[in-house]
Every structure is written in C-alpha cells, then in structure tokens.
C-alpha cells in the first residue's frame, strides 16, 4: 500500500470506529481509560525499551540535549501519563448531555444535545505522552482519533499505540478508534490533512512551523495558534507590589510556554516608581530586558528595543518594556502586537478593569492575576488539548467540552409546516 | 488599484471598522437597522431603477425566467426586508452577555463573554435581499461584513450598499462596516478567500458548486452545508395518519428548498398499509416516485429506483422511497446517503424515539415531525444566516448567536501561579 493508501484506510477506519465510540456509555470508556493508565503501568519497561531506541538514534543524529530530553520516557513520565488518564476517567462526560428545552409556540420542543465531532486527526512534535494524553481526551469525549507524532519518537509511539488498542479491544471497543500513524513519512501528515471526508477537525501542537504548514495544507478545519505574544499591562491605579509579584510570576515562573508574558507595558505615571524595583527583581532571575526610549532612561541597564521585539516571541528570559500614555495606547500596543492570546491588566479602578476585559481582544483576558492562569485545568475546564487562538469553534484552552459540538433535537406530536 | 489591492484595502478597513462594531451599545446597532429600513422604504425609487438595469442585463443575456425572476426587487422584497431589520433590531443583543461565573479554589473567578467574530465574508447567488439580511445580521451581532454577491445583481447590490453606507453614517459607525464587493471579476472572490489576516470566517450561500469552490480556495474557516438530503423514517410502531402528514409536508410544502424531503423510508411492517394510500396523496400533488424493488411491488406507477437516487438532492418534486427491515435498516441507510443536515422520525415507541435522536447523525433530528422545521425561525433562534452541516462552531441553523464567539474573562486580586 502506498501512504495514501494506509492514511486513506486509516481514516475510513476510523470513521466506522467514531460512530460506535460516538454511542458508549460513559462507564465503558472511563474503564477503557482506566485499563489504559493499568497497562501503561504494568508494561512500561516495554515503552522504555522502545523509547531508548528513539534516543540512540535522535542522539546518533545529534539532536540537541533538550530535544533528546524532551523525547525521553522515564518513571515520572509513565506515572504522569496514567495519573492523566484516571483524572480525564473522572472528569463528566459532556456527550449527550442537553441544554434547557424551548418550547415552540405549536408545541414543538427544541433543544440541543452534545455529540461527538467525530474522528480527530492531532499533529505534534517530540513528546510522546501527547499520544496518551491526547487518545484519552478524544476516547472520553467519544471521538476517533489519528495520531501523528514526531518521527524521531516512532517507536515510542508505536509502542503506547500497542497498550491504547490493547486496552480498547478489552472493553469491546474497536482498536481503530485511536490510531497511530505507522510511518516516519512526512508524506502521511499531507494524505491525514486531505480526508475532509473522513476527519472532522485537525489540531497541530508544535512549532509555528508545524502549525503553519499544517493550516496551509488542510482542507480540514484547523484549531490552533501560532504563538503567544501575552502582555501585561500596570496601570496608573494598580498596587505596585501585586504588578510586580504579577508580572514577575508571568515571565520567570516557565518562560518557554505560550502563556508566559512576552512585553511588559506601563502606564507613564507608574514608571518611575515601578520599573526600577521591578528590574532588580528581574536582574536576580537572570531577565534580558529590551525597553523603550522611556525604559532605557530609567534602566540604563536595558538594551534598547528595536521594532522587530514587540511583535517577538522569545519563549524565554527575554522581556520588552514600554512605557505607555495610558490605558488606550496599551491596549492599541496590544492591538497591534498581541497574539490574541492573553492579556492582563492591573489596576484598581473598576472601569478600566471593565473595559480592559470587554474590549482586548484575547482569548483569555485577566484583570490583577498573572498571564499564566490560561490553562484549561487552571481556569476549570480539566485537561485541555492545547489553546486556540481562532475564534470559529473554541477561543481559549480546549476541553472536553470543546471536542464536542451540538444538534438540535425536536420532539413533536405531528406538527407540519403551514 | 488591482482586484487584490481593492479586496485587500477593504478588509483592511473591514478590521478596522470591526473593532469600533465590537464595542459600539445595542441601541446604537439597533438606531443603524431601523435607519437602514427607513431608507429602504423612502428610496425604494432608487433601487427599482438600478434593479432594472440588472433585469435588462440578465433578459438580454438570456437568463431563464426563474433566475430573472429571483433578482427581481418590487415592493414586497422592500417591505420583505425592512420589516426584516426591524425584526433584528428586537432580538436580544448576544455580545457582552456572560455565562455563569465559575469560582476557583484560589478565588479567581472566570466567565465567558460572548464577542463578535469580527469580519465575515458572505459570497452568495442572485437574490438582492441576501445584502441586505446578512448586513443586518452581521451588524446587529457587532460584525463587520464584506458582501459579494452574484455579478448578475451588481447594481442591485451597489444600490444597496449605498442605502447601508447612509445608514451607518447617520449613527456615526463607520461605513467600513458592510462593504459591497465592487466588481463583477470573479478574481475578487479568490482573493477575499485570501484574506485570512483580515476576516475571520467566509460563509457561502448558493448552489453546491459555488460551495465546493469556496471550501475549496478558502484559507478561511468556512461555514457551510453542501446539500439537504433529509429523510422521514416511518416506523411500524407511527401513527400512520400522522406519518403521512408529515411525510407530504416534508416534500410538497416547499420542494425547492434544502430541508425538504427527499427520500422516504418505511418499515417494512406497515409498507402495505401506509404506501398505497400515501402514493395517491402524493400523486394528487403531482409527486414522481423512484421506488426499491419491494416499493415498485407495492405501488406499479413507482418507476425503479438507481443507485443514484438514494444520495439524490431532487429539489422538486421527486421522491426516492425505500422499505427497509426495521429502525437499524433505515439508520444504516441515513448513514451511508444522508448529508448530516435534517432526518425526522415518525414513531409512537419511546425507545425507538430516544435512540433515534441520540444517535442519527444530522444537525437536526426531529421525531413526530416535519423536516422543515429545520429553520432558525421555527426553531426560535430568530432570522438565519444558513445552516450549517459543518460540526465546528455550528451545525444546524445559525442564528445571531452562531455569529458570535466566547473569550474567558478572569478577575483576581493578585493571584499567581505556583
């Protein structure tokens, strides 16, 4: 078989796998994901030897020692990835329940009840717990899933795809309901992006790269973002010690993710007394800053910025600083720079705090907390399969919730249409 | 300035004028609709004339009457779609409004805003009246819009546009808001479909093959239904009385339509009772019958169905009919031909009822009722902008609310992450 063939064959498969999935009671795919989180246990020397073969051969390759790491499946790894099953098996099940029913005027009752989306094709890079912790997202929300993770973690894969279908086939579900893809080929992730017929939606985790590439090739709708360019904003009003603790806990406490502030931005009557504290607290933890004329004139130790940081990315201790007029202009800064991500503010007065939430345009926007709090166990959607930064479908992290839409249900007596 | 810098300059501005639509109150939208109704009225004159012009066009291009006859604007399609604004400027304004507010145990509290999309493109057939609907929608919802319309109802829309501009301008909102595409060059569709920076959802109205080539050039999330291919499953169980009101309703009411019926499906232990009587009433109304083998064996002025009958969307007055065994036969057979946009039931066991909605997969799965019902009206969600056989984002009729989108909205008190 060619690889669209296998894709092809694959996603038929899946298909078929959906619409059994799609009709599970919730007690058989919670003792599906709790025998999953077993057998992950109970078999995890087979994962380490399959995953030491995917190390030797990234560090035959000369991968980097973090990607090496991010790539390596340990104790700790195992345990984390069987404690996430077993929470997701405890979460509520959102399939089939229904919205308030409205009562039509000839008598018909309307309402909207949840369903699956169907088959959900996801795309990452390195880390193989993606596979489980995506396959248990997708099997409790009664979806078919493809996997396509990183070829330098085949093996990896190859070996947790063995338990996910082991576990499947022991409570009576179709294996084909959580599939990795068997081949390194990059030419499976464009066949996988083609199956409009077959695959409802597409979630690409990994670089701006990937998820370029990704949107660019699918003709399957596509949830995601590119990145996370997350501001925070201390207003003339705000508490400076809460702006500090605030803005601290935003960029130091895990730079390298997409929630981690990016530009600082401070309202000018602040600056003086703000900035000078806050950089020391900054220089302690090793943070570059990059300011603004206003910036630099305060910190004479602060590179000046140039245009391309405000749009920037770093991913870590990097961090841009700008003194603004007012609340306006920091939003019209985030307007042009922000990602559409996060964004936060902190001030006490109640109208700014107001309108910050109302009009950022952000799919989390947060008023006196720290950028970090987007996250979907954090903000109480349990687990989450990444943030989206489109509006269509999901804005913010995705839950359960999110891999699942609605149809109308209605329930009559014989009305006709006059 | 070239097709893409005219396209390109007016999502520019569409953006732009977005984000002043996003925040602007509902009195403010709702004072614009019934400006822009006024002025319909008050410049009727205008449009007649202008309308003129495209009929001339289209009778001496030698467009068939129907067509001619769809681009046709007289005094009810003004009165059709003032009165239509006026409605929309009494639904209940979806942005701004909150979701329950969910307490975490740090005492952050989260909610969920209801926002605009932003900018929606709407590329459609023929009928004038779609201008002026979709702007009100899109308006009222606090989206900018960008309308393109058949090329044979140009100075139809033009004049529209104009009455729209003048609308927006007497409330002070910039007339950016709702652009009327200028040029009948197909070039101007692909390039909105470009235009992904800019607009954040396409929604196509018209015929399957306009559909397909949107989805197909679109880099744009795109709202959609192909096509209606909407069965009545009779059950042996039906009040048969009843199934035959709902099943003549369901094709004859409005046969042109994509909720109408296409294919009847009967139990085979009421098929000799139910086929003969129906097939007069049908006949009487002028209905043609493609029948299986065991429907020709009942009813001899059935013709044979073929293969493809069954994925068949008449639009007329045909109707494929099949006996099958039972419930299962008939799910197995929506499975295999429906379109996943509205299946209808006609049963007295509860049992059968409960698993018909739960587990039919359409947008609208109705029991003891017709399939026209399948209508943001009738289903109370008030006027639609189509319906959608897409799960993202919306599957059934879109309503207001499906024009719009959440973000997460956070108070704290200086909460941070550990």
Redesign the interface.
Known sequence: MTIEQTILQMARDAKKAA?VL??CDTTRKNRTLLTMADLLEQQADVVFRENRKDLERAEAAGLSAAMVDRLRVDDKTIASMAGGLREVAGYDDPV?TMGPT?M?PNG?R?AR?R?P??VIGIIYESRPNVTIDAAGLCLKSGNAVILRGGSEAIASNQALARIIAQALESTGLPPQAAQVVPTEDRAAVNALLAQEEFV??IIPRGGEGLIRFV??HS?I?V?KHYKGVCHVFVDESA?LE?AM??A???KV?RPGVCNAMETLLIHRQVAGDFLPAMARRFAEAGVELRGCPDTCALLPEAKPAEEADWPAEYLNLTLAVKVVADMDAAMTHI?QYGSNHTEAIVTSHYGR?QRF???V??????????T???DGG???LGAEMGIST????A???MGLEELT?????????????E
């Open positions: 619409s799609g009709r089939g409205r039509r018909l309307v009840m369903i989306l169907g409802d939606l949107v660019e003709k709708p949830l508490d809460m603790d605030i601290f806990n935003a406490q307007d705090a939430q109302r009009e345009d952000a799919s989390v926007v947060l008023v006196n907390a720290s970090r709090f987007n954090q903000l109480g489109s509006k269509l479908h804005f913010g992290p839409t609605k149809k109308f249900v209605v329930s009559g007596e014989g009305q006709i249409r």
